[in-house]
């Protein structure tokens, strides 16, 4: 979480994957520019159906 605060305060845009997206998406309540999707890393279908670039998000995406 402290990651996303300190990204988003420097003005970038955040996709958080979480295993339970509503809990994610309270914890980070408040953070503007933030996009909160459901991921499982232990389900590889779930790695798949994450769309970190689409048409609906930035071309240029970095992930930690």
């Known amino acids: 979480m402290e990651v996303t605060r300190a990204l988003t305060k420097a003005g970038a845009s955040v996709v958080v994957g979480a295993r339970n997206p509503d809990g994610a998406a309270e914890a ?37």
């Open 28 to 64: 980070l309540r408040g953070l503007f520019r933030v996009e909160v999707d459901k991921l499982d890393l232990i389900d590889p279908s779930s790695i798949d159906a994450l769309p970190l670039v689409g048409s609906t998000r930035e071309s240029r995406c970095t992930s930690l």
